[in-house]
């Protein structure tokens, strides 16, 4: 009987959004616009988080060694580091690596060389370089080293400067850019989003409004609320999901030309991210879309439903 | 069958029913005529409890229809038939779907609605009619799509507000000598008109109200 039920609930849903005509479709077109915000906010924040984490990359500190410091001791005081939970990832430079970076980087410049020639032996020590998993961690990395845990390895002879403290001032205000524009991006999201959920509850609200005598009727004539209510929720649910596949549709040429024209821009490639999450975002689309559609239909018919 | 205790019914500033008290028995042709506005519909509404009394007992049987919780009212709503002026038909859903619907709210079967709603098109003479919308048929066809809709559960009660309000004298004797028949079958019909000829062309028990009181009951007339 339960699926004689819901079979009549679905197809009388379908049945109403078929002859709904411009009514149906100006629902299906405002759940539209809500769900291309939605898909606009999650090509954002990849934006966002593609930008942030590329300037994060650019943040790290770098531990110079004294000239002939023992490898050793480099290797104690590395794999100390390593056991940090706050770092992601650490690298180490030999005084010869250092030596031969040096050199390519100043091949043309002929006196530096000249120079480098002239005192015979390498006058660079090593370096490692650390790579935090948050900026904000950078900090205490930097105050490991300088505490006894660090020294405690007799490093503090080897380590010639910490280059931390010459950047600390840059790497605590891009952390405070950071976490402002990801509280910022939140808020944006969250007000765009509670918008779009008013406006599309008003339209299926007015569309329910249309048919406030017919519930009426349907109670009348012995209608139980479900009976009543089920098609109406249905028919919310299949706002949701045309306008899932119309947002999808409407976005594939959308990110193919800002992947043409913006990628340098943007700094991402919409278009590869757009088809490489398609299924992500095609999941939360229908998702939100059926949710709110059924949501709102829900509440939109409570208030004829009472008597 | 029902029952009406010193019911009054008070909107705002205005009063529809003024200690209103009679009885129906089952298998009577009730009418209840009056002017616009005296009360005829208010009472009605009253039996499905679609209006709250502001004083007195509205009984269907041994029911308190008013201190019905939905889930019951939507049942009693089963077993009354209602007519009304304006048909409220379901203009989104066809003739066979509107009579269906009204099977499905109660539970009946697929099997069911198939073999009884074409019955009573053809009952109501619209069976050439089956898959129109409401909005393509003529006033006296929606009121007679109303009435199938109104029987096909086979109600105990039909209440039948107006129902030849909106139709010509044709139209109107058609509608009258269908809930006759209904009435000849056995189930209680309670029809509000303000047409005096309606009445005399049926013949039966007249309750006459104005300013929201009975001033006449005709029991006698049977």
Do not use: C
Request: proline content about 2%; cysteine-free; overall charge neutral.
């Amino acid at each position: 009987m339960a699926i004689t039920v819901l079979k009549r609930i679905i197809k009388a849903g379908f049945l109403n959004f078929k002859r709904g005509g411009v009514v149906s479709w100006a629902a299906v077109l405002v759940v539209t616009i809500t769900l291309s915000v939605i898909t606009l906010i999650i090509l954002l924040q990849a934006v966002l988080h593609f930008s942030l984490a590329q300037i994060k990359d650019k943040v790290d500190v770098t531990i110079y060694f004294t000239v002939g410091a023992g490898e050793d001791k480099i290797m104690a005081l590395k794999s100390s580091i390593e056991k940090l939970p706050e770092v992601s990832q650490i690298s180490y430079t030999s005084a010869s690596e250092a030596l031969k970076l040096f050199r390519d980087r100043h091949s043309k410049d002929y006196p530096t060389i000249q120079a480098l020639d002239e005192i015979g032996e390498n006058p660079l020590g090593g370096y490692l370089n650390v790579k935090a998993k948050e900026i904000g961690q950078y900090e205490s990395i930097a105050n490991f080293l300088k505490s006894g845990s660090a020294l405690s390895l007799d490093s503090a002879s080897i380590v010639d400067k910490v280059n931390y403290y010459q950047n600390k001032l840059v790497i605590d205000r891009l952390n405070t850019i950071i976490s402002g524009a990801q509280k910022l991006g939140f808020l944006i999201t969250l007000l765009l989003v509670l918008i779009s959920i008013v406006i599309t509850f008003n339209t299926i609200r007015l569309t329910i409004f249309i048919s406030k005598e017919e519930i009426g009727v349907m109670r009348l004539v012995g209608a139980s609320k479900m009976h009543v209510r089920g098609p109406f929720m249905i028919e919310g649910a299949i706002y949701g999901a045309v306008a899932t596949f119309f947002t999808l549709i409407l976005f594939w040429p959308a990110t193919a030309w800002l992947g043409r024209n913006m990628t340098n821009f943007l700094g991402i490639n919409m278009y590869d991210y757009y088809l490489a999450n398609f299924l992500n975002i095609f999941a939360i689309l229908l998702f939100s879309g059926i949710i709110l559609g059924v949501i709102s239909s829900f509440l939109a018919v409570r208030k004829y439903l009472n008597k | 069958m029902i029952y009406f205790n010193n019911v009054s019914k008070v909107y705002r500033d205005a009063t529809a029913l003024e200690d209103v008290t009679f009885t129906v028995e089952a298998g009577e042709f009730v009418s209840i005529v009056g002017h616009s506005g005296a009360g005829k519909t208010t009472l009605t509404k009253l039996i499905l409890s679609e209006e709250m009394p502001t004083d007195g007992t509205v009984f269907f049987e041994s029911i308190n229809v008013h201190k019905l919780k939905n889930d019951d009212l939507t049942k009693l709503r089963r077993r009354i038939g209602m007519v009304f002026q304006d048909f409220k038909l379901l203009p989104n859903k066809t003739a066979y779907e509107n009579i269906a619907f009204a099977m499905e709210a109660v539970g009946k079967t697929e099997e069911e609605i198939a073999s009884d709603v074409p019955h009573v098109l053809e009952l109501v003479d619209l069976s050439h009619r089956m898959s129109h919308f409401p909005g393509q048929m003529s006033g006296g066809e929606q009121q007679r799509l109303a009435i199938a809709r109104a029987i096909i559960n086979q109600p105990e009660l039909i209440i039948a507000d107006e129902p030849t309000g909106n139709l010509d004298p044709v139209n109107t004797h058609e509608i009258v000598q269908i809930l006759k028949k209904i009435n000849d079958l056995g189930t209680t019909v309670i029809l509000t008109t303000h047409n005096r000829g309606v009445i005399e062309s049926i013949n039966k028990r007249v309750i006459t109200m104005e300013n929201g009181k009975v001033i006449r009951d005709s029991k006698h007339r049977k």
